[in-house]
């Protein structure tokens, strides 16, 4: 039997992993993106960021001949969209990105060819690059109408979790939207090659809102934790045992409250339902709001606390958007910490974070911002904040780095000593 050759575009943090697996499960697969060097990377068999078991998914893959990577849009069967879907002034999706792959794969399209949209989409969006494809090849179809061949396109929305991206990738459920049910159901023989869960056959826009959805409702959930810890400190409360007490109920779940929600899914997704909706969803942008006012609170604090020391010196720990990853992108960590370092000028601070040998652009800019050492730095620190319960951080031995001595700041409820 043939195989299918799938071009998997954008080569991120989603589509280079569903292009190994693919590849590792039967598949010919093209990688595609515009970043030569992602394009080299991947060649050379190397992962260009830090994923747990990836780096030897794509090593073999590469080897065995079922992975490259290529710069430009080539023919294929089974086209894949993994691009970015950031959002612009005002919060309003940028579909810039998807636009742009629509454009590279349209010209390459033939009859009974797959299109499925992965990137977190905001509702129509799958319908939107269909109608885009069709703009600039007329001679092609939806539903073979007027005797046109017809491509088949569907949205099939990624929901894995960074830092255990191989494992969920096959086991988790999916959602596959079709524009057509039998896209639908094609989209489906793809997925099935390696996902061992169970594949759900819905429309296009319903996928679209589901995956949206998903996010929004951890969001809200979030944001609920986090006007808590701000109730509870205006109280006088632990927040954290307060939670622990009332999550005994058995239909009780809150989340964890923190410095804020990072990364790009969580914190973005829902504006895309926001910007559908505007006036309708009101709980949705207020537990945005909520969250993105977070980091407010802890700059507060520790603002407070420094005013008792002439020269503070400062212990930030954590400069991820969660525990134990390397992904510093719309962290509230970094935010924090950036600035601290304008509001006090006269403090040292000490930022910690194991998984990164160098600061980001925004830190390395000051000079009384410094990366270093985990004990070195909260050792020398007047305040302690810890921002990313890491692993590494949660399992210190507290009485070594003499934290009784020191102001702790503990936005995650990661030292439960007192
Ligand atoms: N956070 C809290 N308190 C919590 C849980 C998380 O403050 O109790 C914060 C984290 O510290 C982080 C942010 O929220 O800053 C987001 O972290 P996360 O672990 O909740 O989620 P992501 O952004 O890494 O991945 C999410 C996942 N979605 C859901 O769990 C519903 C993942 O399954 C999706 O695939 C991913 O978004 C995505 O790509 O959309």
Known sequence: MERTTVAVIGLGYIGLPTAAVLATHGADVIGVDVNDKIVEAVNRGEVPFVEPDL???VAGAVKQGRLRAESKTPEADVYIVAVPTPFAEGHAPDLSYIDAATDGL?????????VILESTSPPGTTQHMADR?????????????LGRPRIHVAHCPERVLPGRIMIELVTNDRIVGGLTRMAAEKAKVVYETFCKGEIMLTDAITAEMAKLVENSYRDVNIAFANELSIISAKLGIDVIELIELANHHPRVNILQPGPGVGGHCIAVDPWFIVSAAPEEARLIRMAREVNDSQP???????????????EPRIAALGLAFKPDIDDLRESPACLIVERLAQELPGAQIAAVEPNVTSL????SRFDNVVLTDFEEGVLAAD?????VDHAMFKAADKRRLRLREKVVIDTRGAWRWR
């Open 106 to 114: 349209a010209g390459q399209l033939r009859g009974d060819v797959l």
């Open 360 to 363: 980001p652009r925004e830190l």
């Open 383 to 387: 305040i302690v904040v810890l921002l």
């Open 133 to 145: 494809i069709l703009a600039r090849r007329p001679d092609l179809s939806l539903d073979g109408s």
């Open 55 to 57: 780096s030897t998914s």
């Open 296 to 310: 407010e609170h802890v700059i507060g604090r520790v603002v407070a606390m420094a005013s008792r020391f002439k």
